[in-house]
């Protein structure tokens, strides 16, 4: 641990999210939370539903701004910044898994690994390249003309992540990644992720599973929008 | 996103659904196809007045008889037809010196023969200055002398048409031709005109001079005495036009005996007033047609923005996801209006095509003059993009506007 440089990806500091604010249907879905999560850590988010813990991972991926309270994401604070902006910093930052997998059905898993570049504007003859190689690191090399229904769902769950980390962001946020998949294919997954955490992705898992939370280094747990908890388990 | 980059991707949603946006296109089909015709033959009819005006001259004026209405409405009997006679045609000469040329004329139709060729034919009975006014000029041989007027001299100058029917590659000149039962020596042929304004063969007549026409052509009924049907003249300066007009008016009220307040038994017209009513004809055609072209259009456009709807909330999934990985609001935004004015380009393309054809067919079938250029398509080109854009943009400013955490969460 000492031995590497850290540095902190992501930070919070007093995250406050409340919805509908000052009507009578105002939530508090997050009351001042403190998290540091390091470059190249494996943390889960754990709770129950309502717990809160997906709008920290919403805020955490820059799909929303906080109310209150500071997220600097990478080293840059997201609570001022615009649609477009954001937009931004979710493609240079953020890598996407979620449980249903989100691969659009008629492309092929290559073309949806590559997907992502057109936004980050890279030149279309370095596409496959990249979008072949990220599948090669998640073990499908022999997958990329598959169409996602011709792929189990395990596979499916690979492109998914290649897909993520096509754009080479630091951040790796996965929504229930393994609740649409078996026990064993949900093993493989997470030892994935390990695998990029040792490559030195930072990971961040959501999950309400105690068994999948305990894959990670250290585990955070929400109760009725605070930080219950937080946890090393190696 | 790069524009290829746009392109490609509205390319391959369009395909997944290619059914759907090819009935979406045909509205803009339709309506496109409806503007070219439109513009087509309206831009036809206009350069066939616009050659109408200038081959008749504006200078011209022509005063027919009009025997006025009696009080029940219907028109007066059929003596007072002739009301127009070759002395007023000489009290115009000389009394309103601002006109050059002054004719009067007779016409009517006759069987012409030649050996075993026959043909029908319009004849004019003319006078001296009719050929300058109507911008005649002699093919070949010499016009009718002052004898030929005066004692009503069987000679008959014909038109091209005529000439060639009779007489095949022949000048035909010296040669005796029947007009009815009655012989006539050709003295000179007429430089063709071609078709007219009105789309009729201006070469199918042939001219005798008038007190000939008067005697030997107008049949058993003949007619009064020094009457004329018809009195054109030309105008020295067009910008006098409208003066002589009234001078011309007043003479031959004075000379009718048409006291203050009665109806006149003329009528003088230039040619602005005869172009007017076809050019209203047209206008109205015009009119009718971009009603059905814009309506067609609104309609098309209307169909587009209804599927961009039922498209956005169908993909809303993929936006969500195309969100999360780094689509912006301007990317989602251009990418569906990408879609829209795609579908009404093609529809474009397609309609431009049947517009193009169809302006042609009418224009063969119809008889209606058409002008295609590269203007009209280019006009027909624009409309259908302006079509996608503006039907195409509430949906897709609507697409942009989801919330990426809303938009992942439907199912």
């Known amino acids: 641990m000492t031995a590497r440089t850290r540095d902190a990806v992501i930070v919070t500091r007093g995250l406050s999210k409340i919805y509908s604010p000052g009507s009578e249907a105002e939530v508090v879905a997050l009351k001042g939370v403190d998290v540091r999560i390091e470059r190249g850590e494996f943390v889960a988010i754990m709770g129950p539903s309502g717990s809160g813990k997906s709008t920290l991972m919403n805020l955490i991926g820059c799909l929303d701004t906080p109310t209150a309270g500071v997220y600097e994401c990478d080293g840059i604070d997201v609570s001022t910044l615009d649609a477009e902006a954001l937009a931004t ?22 073309d949806n690994v590559a997907m992502p570049l057109g936004y980050a504007r890279v030149p279309v003859s370095q596409r496959h390249e990249l979008a072949q190689e990220a599948l090669d690191s998640v073990g499908l090399a022999g997958r990329s003309g ?26 790796l946020l996965a929504d229930e990644p393994t609740g649409a998949l078996d026990s064993k294919t949900g093993e493989e997954i997470l030892a994935l992720f390990k695998r990029l955490r040792d490559d030195n992705h930072t990971v961040v898992l959501i999950t309400h599973d105690a068994e999948v939370a305990a894959h990670a280094d250290r585990i955070f747990v929400m109760r009725d929008g605070e930080m219950h908890l937080e946890g090393a388990e190696t | 996103m790069s524009f290829i980059d746009i392109l490609r991707t509205a390319i391959f949603a369009l395909r997944g659904n ?4 090819a009935l979406t296109s045909l509205g803009v089909i339709i309506g496109i196809a409806a503007v070219i015709v439109m513009v087509s033959v309206g831009q036809g009819t206009q350069a066939e007045i616009d ?31 002739f009301t127009l006679s070759e002395d007023d045609v000489e009290s115009i000469r000389h009394d309103i010196p601002e006109v050059q040329f002054v004719s009067g004329a007779l016409r009517g139709s006759t069987q012409v023969v030649f050996a075993e060729n026959n043909a029908s034919t319009s004849w004019q009975g003319v006078q001296a200055d009719y050929f300058d006014i109507n911008n ?73 001079p008038l007190e000939t026409s008067r005697r030997r052509l107008m049949g058993a009924n003949g007619v009064p005495p020094g009457a ?7 105008v020295t300066d067009a910008k006098d036009l409208s003066y002589v007009q009234g001078e011309v008016e007043a003479l031959l009220r004075q000379r009718h005996k048409i006291k203050p307040g ?53 993909r809303i999934r993929e936006i969500g ?16 209006l990408a879609e829209a004015m795609l579908i009404s380009l093609i529809g474009g393309v397609i309609g431009i095509v049947i517009g193009v054809a169809g302006a042609l067919l009418v224009g063969k079938f119809s008889g209606l003059p058409v002008a295609l250029n590269g203007q009209v398509v280019a006009l027909a080109a624009a409309f259908s993009i302006t079509t996608g854009l503006f039907f195409g943009y509430y949906p897709a400013r609507k697409a942009s506007q989801l919330d990426p955490i809303e938009a992942l969460r439907q199912q």
């Not at chain 1, 598959?146 to 951040?171: D, F, M, T, W, Y």
């Not at chain 2, 008749?56 to 008889?65: E, N």
């Not at chain 2, 005869?274 to 971009?290: D, E, F, H, P, W």
């Not at chain 2, 195309?322 to 609001?329: H, K, Q, S, T």
């Open chain 2, 321 to 336: 996801l195309r969100m999360a990985v780094g689509a912006g609001p301007t990317d989602v935004r251009r990418q569906f």
């Open chain 2, 136 to 208: 005649w000029t002699i093919a070949e041989g010499e016009l009718f002398n002052a004898q030929d007027y005066s004692s009503a001299g069987k000679n008959v100058i014909i038109g091209e048409t005529v000439r060639r029917t009779l007489f095949g590659d022949e000048s035909g000149i010296g040669q005796t031709i029947r007009l009815g039962r009655v012989p006539f020596t050709v003295v000179a042929t007429l430089q063709s005109k071609g078709q007219g304004g009105f789309g009729q063969d201006q070469d199918d007549v042939l001219m005798v």
């Open chain 1, 146 to 171: 598959h169409l996602p229904s011709e792929l189990s769902g395990g596979q499916q769950q690979r492109v998914a992540i290649a897909r993520a980390l096509i754009n080479k962001p630091p951040i």
């Open chain 2, 18 to 21: 290619w059914m759907r946006s």
């Open chain 1, 89 to 110: 910093l979710r493609r240079e930052k953020i890598g996407f898994v979620f449980q249903g997998f989100n691969l659009l059905p008629r492309m092929s898993a290559l």
């Open chain 2, 262 to 314: 009665d109806d006149d038994d003329f009528r003088v017209r230039n040619i602005s007033e005869i172009v007017a009513t076809r050019t209203a004809t047209t206008n109205l055609m015009s009119k009718l047609l971009g009603a059905v072209a814009t309506i067609c259009l609104i309609i098309g456009g209307i169909g587009i923005m209804n599927i961009m709807l039922v498209s956005v909330t169908e």
């Open chain 2, 51 to 81: 050659k109408l005006v200038s081959g008749l001259g504006s200078q011209r004026l022509d005063i027919s008889p009009d025997s006025g209405r009696n009080s029940s409405g219907a028109r007066g009997s059929s003596s007072s037809f």
């Open chain 2, 228 to 234: 004329v049907s018809q009195i054109s003249l030309t």
